[in-house]
Protein backbone atom coordinates (compact mmCIF):
# COMPACT_ATOMS: atom_id res chain seq x y z
CA UNK A 1 0.00 0.00 0.00
CA UNK A 2 3.00 2.61 0.81
CA UNK A 3 4.11 4.54 -2.39
CA UNK A 4 7.39 2.98 -3.60
CA UNK A 5 9.09 6.16 -4.34
CA UNK A 6 8.14 7.63 -1.13
CA UNK A 7 10.46 5.16 1.00
CA UNK A 8 13.59 6.25 2.05
CA UNK A 9 15.07 2.84 2.94
CA UNK A 10 13.77 -0.16 4.90
CA UNK A 11 15.14 -1.87 7.96
CA UNK A 12 15.26 -5.50 8.64
CA UNK A 13 15.96 -6.62 11.98
CA UNK A 14 16.00 -10.71 11.57
CA UNK A 15 16.31 -11.37 15.27
CA UNK A 16 14.22 -9.92 18.30
CA UNK A 17 13.34 -6.10 18.73
CA UNK A 18 10.76 -6.12 21.09
CA UNK A 19 13.35 -3.50 23.33
CA UNK A 20 12.73 -1.11 20.98
CA UNK A 21 9.40 -1.79 18.92
CA UNK A 22 7.09 -4.29 22.04
CA UNK A 23 6.10 -7.12 22.55
CA UNK A 24 5.22 -8.01 18.81
CA UNK A 25 8.22 -7.43 17.76
CA UNK A 26 10.03 -9.86 19.65
CA UNK A 27 10.94 -12.25 16.19
CA UNK A 28 12.10 -9.12 14.12
CA UNK A 29 10.99 -6.46 12.50
CA UNK A 30 10.69 -4.76 8.66
CA UNK A 31 10.45 -1.19 9.05
CA UNK A 32 9.80 1.15 6.04
CA UNK A 33 11.15 4.52 6.81
CA UNK A 34 9.74 7.26 4.62
CA UNK A 35 11.17 10.16 2.95
CA UNK A 36 11.56 13.33 4.73
CA UNK A 37 14.04 16.43 4.83
CA UNK A 38 12.99 16.49 1.17
CA UNK A 39 13.47 19.69 -0.92
CA UNK A 40 12.61 20.31 -4.45
CA UNK A 41 10.69 18.38 -6.67
CA UNK A 42 10.48 15.30 -9.09
CA UNK A 43 9.01 13.28 -11.92
CA UNK A 44 9.58 9.78 -12.63
CA UNK A 45 7.58 8.02 -15.83
CA UNK A 46 8.32 4.16 -16.47
CA UNK A 47 7.60 1.90 -18.90
CA UNK A 48 8.14 -1.82 -19.34
CA UNK A 49 7.11 -3.86 -22.33
CA UNK A 50 8.58 -7.80 -21.53
CA UNK A 51 8.60 -10.22 -24.80
CA UNK A 52 6.49 -12.25 -22.25
CA UNK A 53 4.18 -11.17 -19.96
CA UNK A 54 2.01 -8.14 -19.10
CA UNK A 55 3.06 -4.28 -20.29
CA UNK A 56 2.64 -1.93 -16.97
CA UNK A 57 3.36 1.66 -16.37
CA UNK A 58 5.28 3.86 -13.34
CA UNK A 59 5.08 7.09 -12.32
CA UNK A 60 5.47 9.31 -9.25
CA UNK A 61 5.36 12.88 -8.32
CA UNK A 62 7.38 14.14 -5.33
CA UNK A 63 7.83 17.64 -3.68
CA UNK A 64 9.13 18.71 -0.59
CA UNK A 65 9.35 21.95 1.32
CA UNK A 66 12.33 21.45 4.47
CA UNK A 67 13.31 24.88 6.93
CA UNK A 68 15.07 25.15 9.64
CA UNK A 69 11.92 24.82 11.92
CA UNK A 70 10.45 21.79 9.59
CA UNK A 71 9.86 19.71 6.89
CA UNK A 72 6.53 18.39 4.76
CA UNK A 73 7.01 15.54 1.75
CA UNK A 74 4.21 15.03 -0.79
CA UNK A 75 4.37 11.83 -2.88
CA UNK A 76 2.00 10.30 -5.61
CA UNK A 77 2.29 7.00 -7.23
CA UNK A 78 0.79 5.28 -9.62
CA UNK A 79 1.21 1.60 -11.27
CA UNK A 80 -0.60 0.21 -13.37
CA UNK A 81 0.04 -3.68 -15.29
CA UNK A 82 -2.04 -5.85 -17.43
CA UNK A 83 -3.15 -9.64 -17.59
CA UNK A 84 -0.69 -12.10 -18.07
CA UNK A 85 -2.77 -15.28 -19.15
CA UNK A 86 -1.56 -18.67 -18.72
CA UNK A 87 -1.34 -19.43 -22.40
CA UNK A 88 0.96 -16.67 -23.65
CA UNK A 89 3.81 -18.33 -21.06
CA UNK A 90 2.39 -22.33 -22.15
CA UNK A 91 5.85 -22.69 -24.71
CA UNK A 92 7.90 -21.57 -22.01
CA UNK A 93 6.54 -23.60 -19.42
CA UNK A 94 6.67 -26.91 -21.73
CA UNK A 95 9.56 -25.84 -23.50
CA UNK A 96 11.04 -25.81 -19.43
CA UNK A 97 10.11 -29.73 -19.34
CA UNK A 98 7.23 -28.99 -17.19
CA UNK A 99 4.09 -30.61 -17.41
CA UNK A 100 1.37 -29.18 -19.05
CA UNK A 101 -1.67 -30.05 -16.13
CA UNK A 102 -5.31 -31.00 -17.08
CA UNK A 103 -7.79 -31.09 -14.85
CA UNK A 104 -10.95 -33.99 -14.20
CA UNK A 105 -13.10 -31.56 -14.05
CA UNK A 106 -14.12 -31.26 -17.16
CA UNK A 107 -17.29 -29.21 -19.70
CA UNK A 108 -17.64 -32.80 -20.81
CA UNK A 109 -18.19 -34.72 -17.46
CA UNK A 110 -15.97 -37.23 -16.02
CA UNK A 111 -17.46 -39.90 -14.88
CA UNK A 112 -16.21 -41.97 -11.83
CA UNK A 113 -17.68 -44.90 -10.37
CA UNK A 114 -16.16 -48.83 -8.52
CA UNK A 115 -16.00 -49.78 -12.41
CA UNK A 116 -13.58 -47.20 -13.18
CA UNK A 117 -13.05 -43.33 -14.12
CA UNK A 118 -14.38 -42.66 -17.60
CA UNK A 119 -15.71 -40.26 -20.17
CA UNK A 120 -17.43 -40.07 -23.53
CA UNK A 121 -16.33 -41.54 -26.49
CA UNK A 122 -15.84 -38.01 -28.52
CA UNK A 123 -14.35 -35.90 -25.34
CA UNK A 124 -12.25 -34.62 -27.35
CA UNK A 125 -14.27 -32.71 -29.52
CA UNK A 126 -15.09 -29.90 -27.37
CA UNK A 127 -13.07 -26.70 -27.00
CA UNK A 128 -10.16 -27.14 -24.55
CA UNK A 129 -10.72 -30.86 -23.73
CA UNK A 130 -7.69 -32.88 -24.14
CA UNK A 131 -7.77 -36.75 -24.60
CA UNK A 132 -5.05 -37.69 -21.30
CA UNK A 133 -5.93 -41.66 -21.42
CA UNK A 134 -8.06 -43.64 -24.37
CA UNK A 135 -10.75 -43.81 -22.03
CA UNK A 136 -10.70 -40.32 -20.66
CA UNK A 137 -10.29 -36.37 -21.01
CA UNK A 138 -9.10 -33.84 -19.14
CA UNK A 139 -9.71 -30.04 -19.46
CA UNK A 140 -6.62 -27.43 -20.17
CA UNK A 141 -7.69 -24.73 -17.66
CA UNK A 142 -4.30 -22.68 -18.61
CA UNK A 143 -6.10 -22.11 -22.28
CA UNK A 144 -8.59 -19.49 -20.49
CA UNK A 145 -7.01 -18.34 -16.92
CA UNK A 146 -4.84 -15.66 -16.32
CA UNK A 147 -1.15 -16.78 -14.17
CA UNK A 148 -1.05 -12.60 -13.32
CA UNK A 149 -3.90 -10.71 -12.69
CA UNK A 150 -4.35 -6.64 -13.64
CA UNK A 151 -3.42 -4.20 -11.92
CA UNK A 152 -3.98 -0.84 -11.03
CA UNK A 153 -3.03 1.11 -8.25
CA UNK A 154 -2.59 5.06 -6.58
CA UNK A 155 -1.79 6.20 -3.87
CA UNK A 156 -0.49 9.42 -1.68
CA UNK A 157 1.53 9.95 1.02
CA UNK A 158 2.01 12.81 2.89
CA UNK A 159 4.79 13.11 5.62
CA UNK A 160 5.77 16.05 7.94
CA UNK A 161 8.12 17.53 10.94
CA UNK A 162 7.14 21.04 13.02
CA UNK A 163 9.77 21.20 15.77
CA UNK A 164 7.70 23.55 18.15
CA UNK A 165 10.15 23.75 20.76
CA UNK A 166 13.97 23.19 20.52
CA UNK A 167 12.83 19.93 22.41
CA UNK A 168 9.67 19.17 21.02
CA UNK A 169 8.65 18.24 17.76
CA UNK A 170 4.91 17.68 16.00
CA UNK A 171 4.62 14.84 12.96
CA UNK A 172 2.10 14.03 10.75
CA UNK A 173 1.96 10.89 8.28
CA UNK A 174 -1.44 10.12 6.08
CA UNK A 175 -1.41 7.88 3.71
CA UNK A 176 -4.35 7.18 1.14
CA UNK A 177 -4.17 4.49 -1.10
CA UNK A 178 -6.68 2.64 -3.95
CA UNK A 179 -5.99 -0.77 -5.73
CA UNK A 180 -7.90 -2.54 -8.03
CA UNK A 181 -7.45 -5.67 -9.61
CA UNK A 182 -8.82 -8.35 -12.24
CA UNK A 183 -8.03 -11.93 -11.79
CA UNK A 184 -9.60 -14.63 -14.85
CA UNK A 185 -9.80 -18.16 -13.51
CA UNK A 186 -10.94 -21.10 -15.39
CA UNK A 187 -14.74 -21.67 -15.59
CA UNK A 188 -16.23 -22.79 -12.48
CA UNK A 189 -15.43 -26.69 -11.18
CA UNK A 190 -18.53 -27.99 -9.36
CA UNK A 191 -17.07 -29.63 -6.69
CA UNK A 192 -19.06 -28.06 -3.60
CA UNK A 193 -16.11 -25.49 -2.24
CA UNK A 194 -13.33 -27.63 -2.78
CA UNK A 195 -14.99 -30.62 -0.26
CA UNK A 196 -14.45 -33.24 -3.16
CA UNK A 197 -15.54 -36.78 -3.44
CA UNK A 198 -18.86 -37.65 -1.91
CA UNK A 199 -20.02 -34.02 -2.52
CA UNK A 200 -19.59 -34.05 -6.59
CA UNK A 201 -22.66 -34.49 -8.64
CA UNK A 202 -24.21 -37.74 -9.43
CA UNK A 203 -26.26 -38.97 -11.65
CA UNK A 204 -28.36 -42.46 -11.90
CA UNK A 205 -28.20 -44.97 -14.04
CA UNK A 206 -31.77 -44.49 -15.95
CA UNK A 207 -30.90 -41.13 -16.56
CA UNK A 208 -31.97 -40.17 -19.95
CA UNK A 209 -28.46 -38.35 -20.98
CA UNK A 210 -26.23 -41.16 -18.82
CA UNK A 211 -24.38 -42.98 -21.79
CA UNK A 212 -22.77 -45.20 -19.39
CA UNK A 213 -26.34 -47.13 -18.09
CA UNK A 214 -24.25 -47.11 -14.29
CA UNK A 215 -25.13 -45.03 -11.35
CA UNK A 216 -21.49 -42.66 -10.85
CA UNK A 217 -20.11 -39.50 -9.58
CA UNK A 218 -19.32 -36.58 -11.55
CA UNK A 219 -16.32 -34.34 -12.43
CA UNK A 220 -17.92 -31.34 -14.01
CA UNK A 221 -17.24 -27.83 -14.86
CA UNK A 222 -19.67 -25.79 -16.28
CA UNK A 223 -17.92 -23.42 -19.29
CA UNK A 224 -21.29 -21.73 -20.63
CA UNK A 225 -20.98 -19.54 -18.09
CA UNK A 226 -17.49 -18.36 -18.92
CA UNK A 227 -14.55 -17.98 -16.62
CA UNK A 228 -14.71 -17.00 -13.89
CA UNK A 229 -13.73 -13.31 -13.17
CA UNK A 230 -12.62 -11.60 -10.04
CA UNK A 231 -12.89 -8.01 -9.86
CA UNK A 232 -11.42 -6.47 -6.49
CA UNK A 233 -11.05 -2.86 -4.76
CA UNK A 234 -8.48 -2.70 -2.02
CA UNK A 235 -8.68 1.19 -0.02
CA UNK A 236 -6.32 2.39 2.95
CA UNK A 237 -6.93 5.30 4.51
CA UNK A 238 -4.00 5.70 7.50
CA UNK A 239 -3.41 8.76 9.49
CA UNK A 240 -0.71 9.30 12.25
CA UNK A 241 -0.45 12.57 14.36
CA UNK A 242 1.86 12.55 17.49
CA UNK A 243 4.58 14.59 19.50
CA UNK A 244 8.05 13.74 19.92
CA UNK A 245 10.73 15.06 22.11
CA UNK A 246 13.33 15.38 24.69
CA UNK A 247 13.70 16.27 28.43
CA UNK A 248 15.67 15.96 31.56
CA UNK A 249 13.41 14.19 33.76
CA UNK A 250 15.06 10.88 34.56
CA UNK A 251 18.38 11.89 34.13
CA UNK A 252 17.62 12.85 30.19
CA UNK A 253 14.70 11.05 28.39
CA UNK A 254 13.33 10.45 24.85
CA UNK A 255 9.55 10.52 24.50
CA UNK A 256 6.76 10.28 21.83
CA UNK A 257 2.90 10.32 22.30
CA UNK A 258 0.65 9.16 18.87
CA UNK A 259 -2.69 9.24 17.87
CA UNK A 260 -3.46 7.04 14.45
CA UNK A 261 -6.72 6.07 12.96
CA UNK A 262 -6.88 3.79 10.07
CA UNK A 263 -9.61 2.55 7.48
CA UNK A 264 -9.04 -0.75 5.14
CA UNK A 265 -11.83 -1.49 2.81
CA UNK A 266 -12.12 -4.40 0.50
CA UNK A 267 -14.35 -4.74 -2.21
CA UNK A 268 -14.85 -8.00 -4.36
CA UNK A 269 -17.10 -9.34 -6.97
CA UNK A 270 -17.16 -12.85 -8.37
CA UNK A 271 -18.58 -13.63 -11.17
CA UNK A 272 -20.05 -16.99 -13.26
CA UNK A 273 -20.02 -19.22 -10.45
CA UNK A 274 -22.35 -22.06 -10.38
CA UNK A 275 -25.11 -23.23 -7.42
CA UNK A 276 -23.68 -27.22 -7.41
CA UNK A 277 -27.95 -27.71 -5.56
CA UNK A 278 -29.78 -26.49 -8.52
CA UNK A 279 -27.11 -28.37 -11.13
CA UNK A 280 -28.07 -31.52 -9.15
CA UNK A 281 -31.84 -31.30 -9.38
CA UNK A 282 -32.03 -30.34 -13.34
CA UNK A 283 -29.79 -33.04 -13.85
CA UNK A 284 -31.90 -35.31 -11.75
CA UNK A 285 -34.96 -34.39 -13.37
CA UNK A 286 -33.27 -35.18 -16.70
CA UNK A 287 -33.51 -32.04 -18.07
CA UNK A 288 -29.26 -31.30 -18.49
CA UNK A 289 -27.06 -33.04 -20.49
CA UNK A 290 -23.39 -33.24 -18.62
CA UNK A 291 -21.44 -34.62 -21.32
CA UNK A 292 -21.74 -32.72 -23.77
CA UNK A 293 -21.46 -28.42 -23.49
CA UNK A 294 -22.94 -28.08 -26.89
CA UNK A 295 -26.30 -29.25 -26.01
CA UNK A 296 -29.45 -27.14 -25.85
CA UNK A 297 -30.43 -28.25 -22.43
CA UNK A 298 -26.58 -26.59 -21.07
CA UNK A 299 -27.24 -23.34 -22.37
CA UNK A 300 -30.59 -23.19 -21.51
CA UNK A 301 -30.05 -24.06 -17.82
CA UNK A 302 -27.23 -21.02 -17.68
CA UNK A 303 -28.79 -18.30 -15.64
CA UNK A 304 -30.68 -20.72 -13.64
CA UNK A 305 -26.85 -22.03 -11.87
CA UNK A 306 -24.91 -18.93 -12.24
CA UNK A 307 -24.18 -17.02 -9.38
CA UNK A 308 -22.48 -13.59 -8.75
CA UNK A 309 -20.23 -13.85 -5.48
CA UNK A 310 -19.96 -10.41 -3.66
CA UNK A 311 -17.54 -9.51 -0.40
CA UNK A 312 -17.31 -6.50 1.49
CA UNK A 313 -15.44 -5.97 4.37
CA UNK A 314 -13.94 -3.01 6.44
CA UNK A 315 -11.17 -3.10 9.06
CA UNK A 316 -11.01 0.23 11.12
CA UNK A 317 -8.41 0.83 14.01
CA UNK A 318 -7.98 4.01 16.26
CA UNK A 319 -5.39 3.78 18.50
CA UNK A 320 -3.38 6.11 21.03
CA UNK A 321 0.18 5.32 22.23
CA UNK A 322 3.59 6.64 23.95
CA UNK A 323 6.37 5.55 25.19
CA UNK A 324 9.53 6.75 26.56
CA UNK A 325 12.93 5.73 26.79
CA UNK A 326 16.32 6.49 29.45
CA UNK A 327 18.51 5.23 31.41
CA UNK A 328 17.51 3.28 34.68
CA UNK A 329 20.92 2.81 36.11
CA UNK A 330 24.67 1.81 35.17
CA UNK A 331 26.25 -1.60 35.78
CA UNK A 332 30.31 -1.36 36.04
CA UNK A 333 32.50 1.06 34.11
CA UNK A 334 34.70 -0.05 31.32
Known amino acids: MIP ?24 GVVNIIPRKDYEGASIQLGYESPKVGPAGTTGSASAGISSDRGNITFVLDHQDREMMYNREIKDIVTGAGIA ?11 FSNANGTRS ?36 LLVNGNYNITDNTTMFFRGLTSETKSLGVYASAPVDNNGNGPGKLPTIAAN ?24 HRKDTLRDYTLGLRGTTELFGGADWEVAANYGNSSQ ?68
Open 207 to 230: NPFNPFGEAGTLYYRFTPLGTRDS
Open 120 to 155: VANCDTFENSIRTSPTTCGFDHGATSANEASLRRNA
Open 100 to 110: WPTSAYNSSAT
Open 267 to 334: SSVGLNYGIGSTLQALIDSGQFNPFDPTHPSVAASAGKIGHTVYVESVNKTKGIDGNISFDLFKIGDR
Open 4 to 27: TSAIERIEILREGAGAVYGSDAIG
